[in-house]
């Protein structure tokens, strides 16, 4: 075999490798992201949250603090703080999470809460209503800028990804949300993790939607 003809070869595989765009899958279950008011009316002035252990994303981590979440008919407890504290708080749930509770909960992107139900937050015998920012947050793709650049993704963009799990499925309307500050991960709730048979090292495909 010549060179130059080893070279196409080598090529041609490189070209198939990039296009075919393989990311890691986290399984996200149900967390609050407190302001400082919150944190405040929950744990007493001033008080500093407690790093348990960081997150995939930079500067993330999740807090040895927990709290319960009650709705109209239910509630769930031992839910987990996520930090760094926030300018608002919100509250991520499943939809099996929100039958517990009792409350309609919409699909939004992290962050878009105009118009979203609220919930009631307590830790002991402290106790705070939001009036909103409870959600089942939209399936996304955390994207590091090198990684969009190579795989052709921009901010804001919706693709697929097809899951190799156990039940392998396809993802619709997947957010990319592209940062230099992201590490490049894919998140889903417990409810999306148990359709495609979610296990640790899960990797999708991502597929750039045609129409």
Known sequence: MNNQLLENIVNEVLKRVQ????IDIEASGKHVHLNREAIDALFGTGYQLTKARDLSQPGQYACKERVTLIGPKGALHNVVILGPERKESQVEISHSDAVVLGVPVPVRESGKLEGTPGIVIASGTNMIRLDKGLIAA???IHVKTEDAEKYGLKNAEIV????LGKRPLIFDDVLVRVSSNYETYMHIDYDEANACGFAKGTKGKILKKSI
Request: aromatic letters at 10%.
């Open 19 to 22: 296009e075919e765009t393989y």
């Open 138 to 140: 939209q399936r996304h």
């Open 160 to 163: 697929q990804v097809k899951v």
